[in-house]
């Protein structure tokens, strides 16, 4: 049975409208896309794919750490 795991991903807008994501737990693992769903999406699979080579390279799996906060001002 494989653990599931959930990752901080960062969405941030581009200046031409689109945006891009990353998971500050998975270094390089990045993309990007025209909408927050479709940069989602490509996210999400991104991070099954890196996971998915570090496996089969017999790295280590880096666990979840990072955590969100809002600053409210």
Known sequence: MMLRMEYLVAIEPAEDGSFSA??????????????????????????????????EHGEPIPRPAAIASLARV
């Not at 998971?23 to 996971?51: K, M, R």
Request: aromatic share 2%; net charge negative.
């Open 22 to 55: 990353y998971v500050p737990d998975l270094p390089g693992c990045v993309a990007c896309g025209d909408t927050v769903e479709e940069v989602t999406a490509l996210i999400n699979e991104g991070v099954s794919l890196h996971l998915d080579s570090l496996r």
